[in-house]
């Protein structure tokens, strides 16, 4: 069990004098379930855990929302005597097998304040959208979860020599990184890219001391069990071609998302582009895919100024990632990480940690940005927004790979810094993007890989 951010969030909710039920969402096995027990326990708070998909006999009680007799029966199912004024967790586990469960929360936020109650469920967001169940908007919070980051899996893996080097770095003192100690948080940067960030992978990582034939193993494994849950919302499509719709998406991963490459899949699945969205939809909700929006990044918030037609996808986790399209161990062990599999992994890599990097009750969201088709390709992988400035932030090759995007990018917004992310040592360079007769000054900040959980700091640092 690894103690993780989400495990701190979900106890400073339990702590605040006002709270409203917390609904907890993310992919399967993701440690939904394990950080709700591990933040009961360092709370010391008794909980009482009701599995739903073993208890479907409640459906109507949460319909009819009669919140004492539910109460009741959840004492009888646990052997807990549990009221409105009991100082537990109430826990609704595996709520997509009882969505009325979800649409109840409203009744327990207004009748029962007092009462601190979790719900989560996998496949939920899938449910609900299959479902007319209302929304308790306003009544409810969310806290968002997905793999362990990078200095979480540091944590759980016993490297908190790592983890205190990173966190020494700083913005003016990152350039005096020693070489060697530069290697070593290289070397665990692809490790971590092997294992990926899904726990019960690393929990097979250290019991096996990173035996890659075991992780792989458990990997293909858990790949396996998100197609097999297809067969739960096919809608009007078979779960052959949902296979074939997820395969099709796993190899864009990285990938400008055109039409072009959305008809070619439709084409492969004996489907069409409107099976293709649903399906996608589907993914999505799932959280098994993670939609990168192009933003015109003129404004912030960067989600109010986007065109859906023009995106690109990234994994739940880069592990599985690997393991989805065979991509050999040794080629992420050989090479610089932005080399391997044409850069697609170290993309994944950068994008997992960024999607990460917010507080958990905010939904994740990336945007990247390209110029218009007549003034080139030249695409900037990423934009992170801190405060009130949009950071361009691309993934290159060591400190020689092209800047050109950057400059582009540069210029036409007038920004002064940009942030590139690569596997050379930490720096920052004052440089001036230049074309067309056209300045403009900016601070470039080059973060390795393994300070990529830091950024927000980074670029608050003056």
Known sequence: MFNRRAVEEIQ?????????????????????TTAVRLAAGE????????????????????????????????????????????????FLDEAQATPSAYACLRYFHEEMPGLAVILTGSLLDQVLHNSAIPTPVGRVEHLFMGPLTFEEFLAATGESAALG???????????????????????????????????????????????????????????????DDFAKYTGSQTTLQLNAFFSGIIGQIGLQFSHKQANEIALNSSGNNRQLNEALERFLEARL????????????????????????????DIGLLLAAQGVPAQSIMSAPLELANRGIIAEQFVGQQLLAAKPGYINPAL????????????????LYESESRIYPVEVKSGTSGTIKSLHSYVLKKQTSEAIRISSAKPSVHELVAKAN????????????????????????ET
């Open 12 to 32: 400073t909710w339990y702590n605040r004098i006002t709270r409203k039920p917390l609904v907890i969402r993310g992919a399967r096995q993701v440690g939904k």
């Open 367 to 382: 945007y990247y940005w390209q110029p218009p088709k007549s003034e080139g390709q030249a695409e900037i992988d990423f």
């Open 165 to 227: 080097a990173i966190e020494m770095l700083t913005r003016n003192t990152m350039h005096l990184i020693p070489g060697s100690v530069h290697e070593k948080l290289m070397a665990q940067v692809r490790r971590y890219t092997l294992c990926g960030g899904m726990p019960y992978c690393i929990q097979t990582a250290i019991n096996t001391r990173f035996n890659h034939a075991e992780i792989a193993k458990y990997q293909i494994e858990l790949l396996q069990s998100y197609k």
């Open 289 to 316: 895919f993670y939609r990168v929006l192009h933003s015109g990044a003129d404004t912030i918030p960067l989600g109010g100024d986007t065109k859906i037609r023009i995106s690109k996808f990234l994994f739940i």
């Open 43 to 90: 709370l010391a708070v008794e909980i009482l855990e009701i599995n739903l998909e073993r208890h479907t006999e409640l459906e109507p009680l949460f319909k009819s929302s009669k919140l004492e007799e539910l109460l009741l029966t959840f004492s009888l199912i646990s052997g807990q005597k549990i009221n409105k004024e009991s100082r537990v967790i109430l």
């Open 437 to 460: 007769k056209q300045e403009q000054a900016f601070r470039l900040i080059n973060i390795p890989f393994y300070m990529i959980n830091q950024i927000e700091r980074i670029v608050n």
